[in-house]
């Protein structure tokens, strides 16, 4: 790898985490349904105006933070009245939520390399898709063997007013951390949603122990920008092989 490389960011889910989309989102809704029910909110009724809500935030188009376009899609589907209720949505996530753990697969080795980076000196920044609040994020962290402190910015839907595959969600990162695109990569599973990093002239890293998207993998590198690709056991043999960069 001949590009100058400072900063690391890291895509959770199905990277860091490494999990089947389809079974974590059976599982995570389940919990969420039975935790709202006493609350008034039907299941479906709930989960139609969840997924109105995530559509809502990745399709943002900055003017406001995907908190508020959440909130303000799910209040329009269900009342106003759920508004008060977001206190009770972030005890589910730092809460019943770890009911969704048992379907995920960690795997030690990501932890290792978010650690062997960290003490080489990279710069190194959690840039998962920002649909879910401060804490529902740092839940699935958790069970990843992460913790807060181990980045310098980690993307949450309260931070953050785009969304992946937007570039401008990889523009804010590096307009609000000051990282240099050409000094980075991103290490992601999804073909569609982390690749496109690339667009802004960030090198990139597809896992391929969980692969999203496979389908929309380009035929041939962003000019001028590092394309790798591998297992996670692969990065991490490829990690050792990094200079510290202090």
């Not at 959770?12 to 039975?34: N, S, V, W």
């Not at 009770?88 to 990501?110: C, I, K, Q, S, V």
């Not at 569609?192 to 998207?213: P, S």
Request: with cysteine; proline share 7%; hydrophobic share 40%.
């Amino acid at each position: 790898m001949t590009q100058k490389l400072t900063a690391i960011l890291f895509d959770l889910d199905g990277t860091l985490l490494p999990m089947e989309q389809e079974a974590f989102i059976k599982r995570y809704f389940g919990l969420l349904a039975r935790t709202c029910a006493p609350l008034g909110l039907p299941k479906e009724e709930l989960i139609p105006a969840v997924w109105a809500g995530t559509e809502a935030m990745v399709k943002n188009d900055g003017a406001a933070l995907n908190h508020d376009r959440f909130w303000d899609t799910f209040a329009a589907a269900l009342g106003d009245r759920v508004r008060a209720m977001e206190p009770a949505f972030d005890r589910f996530y730092g809460e019943e939520f770890h009911g969704a753990r048992e379907a995920t697969r960690p795997n030690p080795l990501a932890a290792e390399c978010v650690r062997v980076l960290k003490d080489k000196g990279y710069r190194l920044v959690l840039a998962t898709n920002p649909l879910f609040p401060p804490v529902g994020v740092e839940s699935r962290m958790s069970w990843a063997g992460l913790k807060p402190e181990d980045f310098e910015r980690i993307t949450h839907y309260n931070n953050s007013h785009y969304c992946k595959p937007n570039p401008a969600y990889f523009r804010e990162i590096f307009e609000q951390t000051g990282i240099d695109p050409a000094e980075s990569l991103m290490v992601g599973n999804d073909a569609r949603e982390d690749l496109c990093a690339a667009q802004l002239g960030c090198g990139t890293y597809l896992v391929t122990d969980c692969l999203e998207h496979g389908d929309d993998i380009p035929a041939a590198p962003v000019e001028g920008t590092v394309s790798l690709r591998g297992s996670m056991a692969d990065f991490r043999a490829w990690v050792d092989g990094l200079p510290d960069c202090r």
